[in-house]
């Protein structure tokens, strides 16, 4: 009996101590579940309160971009109307410059000249007199200035966004010098094939026998001028026979270094310029010197004949070329601006650069590469960001006062 006494009671414990081993169990997981209602609550308060949010914050971003929008739209009308001012403006000033007559200066000995009062100088020594006709036969070859950019003609758009185009004055033959340096040079029987043409594949490949470096060449009477510029070593001028296909010279350019002539082209270290009177290097003697400095080539022999200081600074120039003795040149800014004639240095002295004629070229694509005078025709072959642009120049004689 006491056995089955000793089962009861040891079963009874046991069944109460589960009960209340599952009591606190389901206590337990009655609790974590409150908590997770609880945090469940927390969660979609929060989301309702995000999601205001996020819906005030939509709704005041669609105004702020309808108010962006608006301003834009009133932004845009003010800048077109602007562009639209500006050409008009342009377009006055290119009128005014062409109605306005340039100012230049000459020599006493001009003055007696146009006043035809050699014949009153009988009292005059015969050396004062041999003095005064040297000067009058100096400064009389070439009495032409510039005047206005009578009209402009895009050609075509080919190459790359640097690079120079001229032609022969002595002929109808045209040159195409594609970026910055290079060992050929395409050539086209007149401008009118180049203009039809499709890319330089078309035109003759003229190798030359070394590398031209800058857009700074120059081609006259047949004959091509090309700097030649290697590291440690002094410039170098090669005068190349188109004709014969050969180098018939080579003369050394010693500088201090090898500076950029103009400041918003630093590829261009010396640039050869062609006209009436001849053929001319436009260089900078070194870093520190401001002003470019003019040189008077023999173009047979290579032999500098004089060389001057134009006073003319190097910051901000972009291109320069040469016009019967006088060096026109023109200035920009480095984001690109409307290019500018805005100094002037004559070699005879006839003209000075207060008084010489400020002329503007028309608003473009970005700034000159390289510009260069043809003396046959009277215009300039300009290259403006792989544009080929031709400007015909209205000339007038030098003034004298």
């Not at 100012?103 to 006043?115: F, I, L, M």
């Not at 594949?201 to 070394?210: N, T, W």
């Given at each position: 009996m006491k056995p089955v006494l000793v089962l009861l009671v040891s079963t009874a414990w046991t069944l109460t101590g589960a009960q209340y081993y599952y009591q606190g169990l389901m206590d337990y997981l009655e609790n974590r579940l409150l908590a997770i209602e609880d945090r469940m609550q927390f969660w979609h308060e929060q989301s309702i309160r995000f999601h205001t949010e996020m819906r005030d914050f939509k709704k005041l971003t669609a105004e702020a971009m309808d108010g962006l929008k608006n301003e834009h739209s009133?932004?845009?009308?003010?800048?077109?109307?602007?562009?639209?001012?500006?050409?008009?403006?342009?377009?006055?000033?290119?009128?005014?410059?062409?109605?306005?007559?340039?100012?230049?200066?000459?020599?006493?000995?001009?003055?007696?000249?146009?006043?035809?009062?050699?014949?009153?100088?009988?009292?005059?020594?015969?050396?004062?007199?041999?003095?005064?006709?040297?000067?009058?036969?100096?400064?009389?070859?070439?009495?032409?200035?510039?005047?206005?950019?009578?009209?402009?003609?895009?050609?075509?758009?080919?190459?790359?966004?640097?690079?120079?185009?001229?032609?022969?004055?002595?002929?109808?033959?045209?040159?195409v010098f594609n970026g910055t340096s290079g060992d050929s040079v395409s050539q086209f029987n007149s401008v009118r094939d180049f203009s039809g043409s499709v890319?330089?594949?078309?035109?003759?490949?003229?190798?030359?026998?070394?590398?031209?470096?800058?857009?700074?060449?120059?081609?006259?009477?047949g004959y091509l001028y090309y700097i030649q510029h290697e590291a440690d070593m002094d410039l170098q001028v090669v005068k190349y026979d188109l004709l014969s296909a050969s180098v018939t010279d080579i003369a050394m350019f010693p500088v201090e270094s090898h500076a950029a002539v103009y400041t918003l082209n630093p590829e261009i270290v010396v640039d050869l310029?062609?006209?009436?009177?001849?053929?001319?290097?436009?260089?900078?003697?070194?870093?520190?010197?401001?002003?470019?400095?003019?040189?008077?080539m023999d173009p047979a022999t290579l032999d500098i004949e004089e060389i001057w200081d134009t006073r003319c600074p190097r910051d901000n120039a972009e291109a320069a070329f040469v016009v019967c003795g006088t060096v026109y040149v023109v200035y920009n800014t480095s984001p690109a601006s409307r290019s500018r004639i805005q100094c002037v240095f004559d070699v005879n002295d006839m003209v000075i650069n207060a008084e010489a004629p400020l002329l503007y070229?028309?608003?473009?694509?970005?700034?000159?590469?390289?510009?260069?005078?043809?003396?046959?025709?009277?215009?300039?072959?300009?290259?403006?960001?792989?544009?080929?642009?031709?400007?015909?120049?209205?000339?007038?004689?030098?003034?004298?006062?």
């Open positions: 009133l932004l845009q009308k003010d800048i077109e109307r602007t562009v639209v001012q500006v050409d008009q403006v342009e377009r006055e000033m290119d009128y005014v410059e062409t109605r306005t007559s340039p100012r230049a200066c000459a020599s006493k000995a001009d003055k007696v000249v146009e006043q035809g009062a050699w014949g009153l100088e009988e009292n005059r020594g015969e050396e004062e007199e041999e003095d005064w006709e040297e000067l009058y036969s100096r400064v009389s070859d070439c009495v032409e200035i510039i005047s206005s950019i009578r009209s402009v003609k895009i050609l075509k758009r080919v190459g790359s966004p640097k690079g120079m185009w001229t032609r022969d004055p002595r002929s109808s033959r045209v040159y890319g330089l594949a078309s035109s003759r490949q003229i190798r030359l026998p070394s590398e031209w470096s800058g857009p700074g060449s120059a081609v006259y009477n310029a062609a006209d009436d009177e001849g053929l001319w290097l436009l260089y900078a003697a070194g870093d520190s010197e401001p002003n470019i400095n003019l040189a008077k070229f028309p608003r473009r694509y970005g700034s000159h590469a390289s510009l260069k005078y043809n003396p046959e025709e009277k215009q300039l072959y300009g290259w403006d960001d792989g544009y080929q642009i031709i400007y015909r120049l209205t000339m007038k004689r030098k003034l004298l006062v």
